[in-house]
């Protein structure tokens, strides 16, 4: 379904796609309800015992006494989206007992899809352009204002990736080895880093939160608090320097 829900975003990509703001000054574009839409009812035709919560439905409480929730973000990076930058993405996972244990992330403009399944690892589809990190500063990468705020420091601990619009694709990019880390400002909703979170965690990655605790979904209150992503072997010391420099505050 993530597929063809791909299809529908790129019908409206660079194209007619009327827009609109929600609370927050936040867009939502025709194709970010076309895709809930067409997500949130063939899912639960398919699992009429499921709950679910996404970005573009009202939230039904009803999801939080079931097993299993779908979390969808029908355009991860909205913005990005109406700007036509092609880091944008469909996010989808299947959390059961506050846990991801089923994610895809499919990015039909970069032709990269993301397949995860709880103890079976990630398989990666169509991946092009994939990159390997260099020696050196730990390459990270996290919101504008927090970029800005790395330039700014007279001796930055890392290297800064340029910004990319998407958080659940900032995140994914940790786990397949193109950033070292990926920081977000507390904020985000469950729906913006389920996926990426079973992702990360399917390749030996951790994302926490700033006390290097894991991130329960399906709660109540949607909203995460600031994150971290990066790999086991680089974690104490990339969560150290992001401390030290106040990023997870």
Request: contains cysteine; proline residues 4%; negative net charge.
């Amino acid at each position: 379904m993530a597929l063809e829900a791909g299809k529908i975003g790129l019908k409206y990509f660079k194209s007619k796609n009327d827009v609109w703001y929600k609370e927050g000054n936040s867009p939502v574009s025709q194709a970010d309800k076309e895709i809930d839409d067409y997500l949130r009812k063939g899912f639960l035709k398919e699992r009429q015992h499921y709950g679910w919560l996404s970005e573009e439905t009202e939230d039904n409480e009803k999801r939080l006494e079931c097993d299993r929730v779908i979390i969808a973000d029908p355009i991860d990076g909205t913005r990005g989206f109406i700007e036509g930058r092609d880091e944008w993405c469909i996010s989808i996972a299947i959390v059961e007992n506050s846990r991801p244990i089923e994610a895809i992330l499919h990015c039909p403009a970069l032709k990269r899809t993301f397949l995860a399944s709880k103890g079976n690892g990630l398989e990666l589809i169509c991946v092009q352009g994939a990159s390997e990190l260099q020696n050196g500063k730990p390459l990270v990468t996290g919101s504008k204002k927090l970029i800005e705020t790395i330039r700014t420091l007279p001796e930055a601990p890392f290297d800064v990736m340029e910004f990319i619009p998407s958080l659940a694709y900032r995140l994914a990019m940790v786990a397949i080895g193109e950033l070292d880390g990926a920081f977000a400002r507390g904020g985000a909703s469950e729906w913006d880093v389920a996926a990426a979170d079973l992702i990360l965690e399917e390749t030996g990655c951790l994302l926490s939160d700033i006390d290097q605790q894991e991130i329960r979904y399906n709660q109540t209150n949607v909203k995460v608090p600031a994150l971290i992503a990066t790999h086991n072997n680089r974690y104490e010391e990339i969560f150290g320097l992001a401390k030290q420099a106040g990023f997870l505050h």
